[in-house]
């Protein structure tokens, strides 16, 4: 017994993992281990001889029990120990690199337009981007034979052959917007629609897409006194600065009077600086909504009247940001995006500054 004792306290020892525990185990005390077939022969004893080697047996099997629990216990804490040394985890290091993507200057200047306009009351609305010409041109009382819509160089889509129906048209501008708002939702209303817009013209200062937003208030006494102060508001917001406006009386078919809107800037070194000097830049055309547009859109004119603006988004974001050609905005070069592009949780706010 006490070779047995010696033998398997030193084996147990010396195991290095729980698979050669588990075989020291079955060796000793499993159903043949040399234990167990000692305690068998138990019952070939004498009496006496049971009296004594009985429980000497069992302390050895008891003690060999054990011994086995405790370096298992043992070899599952060092196990763990191992593991937890080679996961180990440096929180404190710095954080790899990862590519970002940033924000187009469009996508920025409409969110900036949106902010401030929306803190003066108007909400955003949407149009579709492929149009009826009905709402590009005739609710907007450009008739057929109108040089307007000669002029605005009208992307048409393709109608089956037999089919006589006028074509529909890529929008020319964000103005049929207003038509379908009034339909929807009747006046009064305050809103501003931007988006994409397309004509077919491509050189400097002209790309066959570009991004308008446009603006229209109804109500009973509305004015271009009203149109005037929104507007001003609303560049001295945009810049940062205040800014001075120019009205030149001008033509549109759905407004009358008509303005096209200029504001105060000075040329230094080739590029433009808004808010000062003594020169003019046109960024607007807007007026008081026509009669016949309300008609139109289904509100009456004798009892409601309107401003109306429409303005080209790129060209804002070009004054404000500094960026000098018009077609580098769609080009998609990545060096150009992640110069001009902003930052994506940098978004504009009021409260912040623009
Ligand atoms: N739709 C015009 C354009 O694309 C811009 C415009 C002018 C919009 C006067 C208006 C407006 O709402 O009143 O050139």
Redesign the pocket.
């Known amino acids: 017994m006490d070779d047995l004792r010696e033998k398997y306290v030193s084996l147990i020892a010396a195991a290095a993992d729980e698979t050669t525990l588990e075989d020291l185990r079955v060796q000793a005390v499993g159903k043949k281990g040399e234990i167990s077939l000692q305690m068998r022969s138990l019952g070939k004893m004498s009496a006496e001889e049971r009296q004594l080697a009985g429980p000497k047996l069992n302390a050895l099997k008891d003690e060999i029990n054990s011994a086995l629990a405790a370096k298992k216990t043992a070899l599952g804490d060092a196990a763990l120990d191992e593991r937890l040394r080679g996961e180990w985890l440096d929180v404190t290091l710095p954080a790899r690199q990862r590519a970002m993507g940033s924000i187009h200057p469009i996508s920025q200047v409409t969110e900036e337009v949106t902010a401030i306009l929306a803190d003066l009351g108007f909400s955003v609305a949407e149009g579709p981007q492929i149009e009826s010409d009905w709402y590009n041109f005739d609710a ?1 009382n450009i008739p057929g034979h109108h040089p307007a819509r000669a002029e ?1 160089d009208t992307f048409y889509t393709h109608r089956a052959e037999g089919d006589e129906r006028p074509p529909h048209v890529l929008r ?4 049929p917007v ?1 038509i379908r708002h009034m339909e929807a939702h009747g006046a009064p209303c305050r809103i501003i629609c931007p988006g994409r ?1 397309y004509r077919a013209d491509y050189d400097q200062t002209h790309t066959p897409m570009f991004n ?1 937003v ?3 208030a109804i109500d009973k006494d509305i004015s271009m006194a009203n149109l005037k102060w929104t507007l001003e508001e609303f560049f001295t917001a945009f810049f940062g600065t205040n800014v001075k406006t120019r009205f030149r009386a ?1 033509h ?1 078919p ?2 009358e009077p ?3 809107v200029d504001i105060q800037c000075q040329w230094k070194d080739g590029s433009v600086v808004v808010g000062e000097g003594d020169d003019w830049l046109e960024v ?6 026509h009669p016949k547009v309300l008609q139109a859109g289904g509100i009456d004119p004798a009892e409601w009247q309107g ?6 988004i790129d060209r804002m974001a070009m004054l404000k940001y500094g960026i000098p050609d018009l077609r580098a905005f769609f080009d998609s070069d990545l060096r150009w995006l992640r110069h001009y592009g902003f930052a994506s949780l940098d978004q504009p706010n009021l409260a912040a500054g623009l």
């Open positions: 907007l605005m020319t501008h964000t103005s207003q817009v308008q446009e603006g229209l001008s549109f759905f407004t008509s303005a096209e607007l055309g807007s007026g008081m909504v401003f109306a603006f429409g303005m080209g």
